[in-house]
């Protein structure tokens, strides 16, 4: 009894003229951009959040602190 084996491959192939289309290179485009802007979003969300306003003072800002606790800053 001899048994035939049948070879499926491990993922989908496509035909090489496909990946060659102009279609598959804009939605690959597509799919590179849409990648890069998520990974910034999400790092953006990891990050604290920028206050200019701690960097810069303003005319109408203290330059010293005037409450009773000294080790406050505002």
Excluded: C, Q
Excluded at 2 to 28: D, K, N, Q, R, Y
Excluded at 47 to 58: E, H, M, Q
């Amino acid at each position: 009894m001899t048994s035939t084996a049948v070879v499926v491959p491990a993922g989908l192939l496509f035909p090489e003229s496909l990946l060659h289309s102009h279609w598959f290179a804009i939605l690959a485009t597509f799919v590179a951009i849409n990648t890069v802007m998520y990974a910034a979003l999400a790092v953006a969300k990891i990050l604290p959040k920028v206050n200019p306003s701690d960097w810069i003072r303003t005319r109408s800002e203290r330059s010293e602190t005037r409450s009773i606790d000294p080790g406050s800053s505002r």
